[in-house]
């Protein structure tokens, strides 16, 4: 049996720390994992609550991040609670399995922390990692804080194991801005965390020898669209049910998470959309803008996958002119969050005037003052009822004006 | 004998995560469609294993290391009054011809061997190993 961790009301966590807290309050079976960095103190952590005697389960040291995944996977269709953490080139090598985990509907749980992808070589925050495993058929959750980062995991595990989903989930945190930066986080007691996830329960388990069964089969061209369609089915609506976990967890937190988060959205007449750490940043560039007398306001998907369309449409109905800032180099195209906004408003008749910023790649700064840049530019379109900046730029880039259109 | 054509179904009926229970009723044993048993894979064959009653010890172990479920049995009662399977043939329309069977057979000289698939059972019997004189 476990020991009970003495945590106080309030503990100075930062983002892997928290998150390593989540994954031990969950008491899970295995945890299969290789270091890297930022992520790489959530799995150290883990490991020394685990060798401590904090937690009762299995770590399996293994030779790389697709071993790792490949392991999860294993232990998953075995019939355990299974979690893991990587960041950027390991996230990037264990995408084939990535693959295999959804479609064999195993809810692992993954505590990423957002780094940048090489070439160049860079060990800070951007979402290249996150986009990249955009359509790996995962539960993608957005954190924004340390406090964040813990909440969200353990609301991981709920959502993945619910029945009606039963798919993996990440959580993201922004490398080093969140997962290197200590915070004040008000934790659950272990037995309330743990309450609130509740027991796995196993659906089809390889060790159940009484009831023998195949996992990871293969269908070819008879069989292999009803199953993706039915896998993109329970991902399109796990919606709900990230709705239903995150007002139960709010009943014991008092923590209110929604599907789209917003920030003075209601009375404006500009809105920037931005996930991760900038968020909060950005929160700061509207106060001033507003004490400048622009009505601006920020929405964020806190889940990327399901990409709530509909719910994003609604919080944008009444604005004119929006920019969508992405933390991920395009390659040849508006950045992701711009095309999913651009298609959500489309489908609704909304058409307000778009324009995309791409900022932060590699870890580079993102301060108010750029973001309130941003917003008097993005006003300009609203006043001009169309669109009068570039069609995409560039947040604190050095050199000369780089824009497209 | 489920065929994959008759296995077809829709994107609201399909196996959960692809995931093939091999039985319907696992207390009674009810085999599903999804059960190698019930699965032909015979034509994959292009040589076939020769089962020799005469060597064989019924140690059992093609009947667990087989993939298909091709090795039959009866239960009969040994020598010292012990229920024993003891086997008693190949069924043809299961086997694959992997050769796994074979491959585990730990007689001195094998009880299974691989022949050609157009070679008769008798005639492949006639062909077997013999014990060489000393």
């Given amino acids: ?405 | 004998m489920a065929t994959p054509k008759e296995m077809l179904t829709t994107w609201d009926k399909i196996q959960f995560g692809a995931v093939l229970p091999s039985f319907e009723d696992p207390e009674k044993k009810i085999r599903s469609k999804f059960h190698s048993y019930n699965y032909k894979v015979a034509d994959w064959r292009v040589e076939k294993p020769v089962y020799n009653r005469d060597l064989c010890i019924d140690c059992d172990f093609c009947w667990v290391a087989c993939p298909d479920s091709c090795f039959e049995v009866e239960e009969v009662v040994n020598k010292r009054g012990k229920k024993q399977a003891k086997i008693v043939g190949i069924n043809y329309n299961l086997c694959k011809g992997c050769g796994v069977c074979v491959d585990v057979c730990p007689t001195p000289i094998k009880s299974l061997l691989m022949f050609p698939e157009q070679i008769d059972n008798q005639e492949a019997l006639n062909q077997w190993p013999k014990k060489e004189d000393k």
């Fill in chain 1, 1 to 405: 049996m476990a020991q009970k961790y003495e945590l106080k009301s309030k503990e100075v966590w930062d983002g892997n720390t928290a998150a390593a807290h989540a994954l031990r309050q969950a008491q899970v079976d295995v945890v299969a994992a290789y270091p890297i960095t930022p992520s790489t103190p959530i799995v150290q952590t883990y490991a020394q609550f685990l060798a401590d005697g904090y937690v009762d389960g299995e770590f399996v040291k293994v030779e790389s991040e697709h071993s790792a995944m490949s392991a999860c996977v294993g232990a998953a269709a075995a019939g355990g609670r299974v979690a893991t953490a990587t960041s950027s080139q390991g996230y990037a090598l264990m995408v084939e399995v990535l693959y295999q985990a959804s479609g064999m509907r195993l809810p692992i749980v993954m505590t990423v922390v957002n780094r940048a992808l090489a070439s160049p070589l860079n060990i800070h925050g951007d979402h290249g990692d996150l986009y990249l495993g955009r359509d790996a058929g995962w539960i993608h959750l957005i954190a924004n804080n340390p406090q964040e980062a813990y909440d969200m995991t353990l609301c991981a595990f709920k959502i993945a194991e619910d029945s009606r989903v039963r798919l993996p989930v990440t959580t993201n945190q922004d490398g080093f801005l969140v997962s290197h930066t200590a915070q004040v986080v008000e934790p659950l007691q272990d037995e309330d965390a743990y309450k609130f996830i509740g027991d796995y329960k196993p659906l089809n388990p390889l060790l159940d020898t009484k009831n023998p069964v195949t996992h990871g089969a293969q269908t070819e061209e008879e069989w292999h669209f009803e199953h993706k369609a039915t896998q993109h089915k329970a991902l399109m609506e796990s919606k709900s049910v990230i709705e239903e976990v995150f007002n139960e967890f709010e009943k014991l937190t008092g923590r209110k998470y929604n599907l789209v988060e917003s920030y003075k959205i209601e009375d404006a007449d500009i809105a920037l959309i931005v996930m991760g750490s900038a968020y909060e940043t950005a929160m700061i560039a509207v106060d001033r803008a507003r004490e400048e007398g622009i009505k601006v306001g920020l929405v964020m998907p806190r889940s990327f996958r399901p990409f709530p369309y509909n719910e994003v449409a609604e919080k944008l109905a009444n604005v004119k002119a929006i920019a969508a800032l992405d933390r991920n180099s395009p390659m040849g195209a508006m950045g992701a969050l711009y095309n999913e906004v651009a298609g959500a408003l489309a489908a609704n008749g909304q058409n307000a005037v778009m324009t995309n910023y791409i900022y932060g790649l590699g870890g580079r700064d993102t301060t108010a003052e750029h973001i309130l840049e941003v917003i008097k530019e993005t006003n300009k379109n609203a006043e001009a009822g169309k669109r009068v900046t570039d069609l995409q730029g560039f947040i604190n880039l050095r050199g000369p004006k780089l824009s497209f259109n």
